[in-house]
C-alpha cells in the first residue's frame, strides 16, 4: 500500500483540508500520512510509494493573500510578539524578501518571483498523477470528493483565515490591468493551475455522481 503524501503549497488551504483529514491519521488505513511543505521531488527521494494529495489557487489570489499573511506576520513580529515569519520552507522565505522590498501590494504584485510556487512543488509529476487535487474556491467539493476517496467522514474547517474576511472564497480585488499583467507573467502557474482544476473537475464528475 502506498504512503499518503500532502504537498502542502502555501496559501491554498492545505490546513483546511488537513483538519477534515485528522481522522485518517490516527487510523491504519495508510502506513504512512506525511504532510509537510515539501516537494514532491523531496518525497520522491524516499524509498516509498506515494500518492499525492495537494490543493491549488489562482495564483493571482495566492499571491496576494501570501501578501497579507507575511505583511501580518511581519506586524504582529514587529509588536513584540515572536512569530516565525520565514515559514517552513524556501517559497515563503523568498516571498517575504520580496513583500519586504515592495512599497504596496500592486508593487509586489509586479515584482514577485515567477513559477515560485506551484511549479517548485509539482516538480516533475503532473496534476493529472496526483491521486488527488482540490481548488481553494471549490473547498467544499474538494472535501466532499476526497472524503468519498477515502471512505471517510470530513467537514470544512477554515484555517489560517485573514481576519478581516470572513471567508476564504472572497476573491480578493486588483486593478484588471494589474492582474492581466501579472498572469502574462506567470503563465506556467497558470498552466499548471487549469490542469488541476481540470483533474479536479474529473474528480468531482466521478465521486460525486
Known sequence: MSNLAVVRIPKTGTVSLLTGMLPLMVSDQYPCVTNLHKTTDYFNRHPHDHDFITMVRDPLQQYISCYYFLKNRAHIAETGRHIHVDGRD???????????????????????????????????????????????????ASIAVLSKMLNMPMQVHWENRNPKRPTTLQPYYVAPSVAAAFKARNASEYDLYERSVAHFNTLKATWLQ
Not at 96 to 111: F, M, P
Not at 120 to 139: C, D, H, I, L, W
Open 90 to 140: 524556501g517559497t515563503l522565505r523568498t516571498q517575504r524578501k520580496a513583500v519586504e522590498a515592495s512599497t504596496s501590494l500592486e508593487d509586489y504584485l509586479s515584482n514577485t518571483v515567477v513559477g515560485d510556487f506551484a511549479e517548485r512543488y509539482f516538480g516533475k509529476v503532473a496534476p493529472e498523477s496526483f491521486m488527488f487535487v482540490g481548488e481553494t474556491n471549490q473547498m467544499e
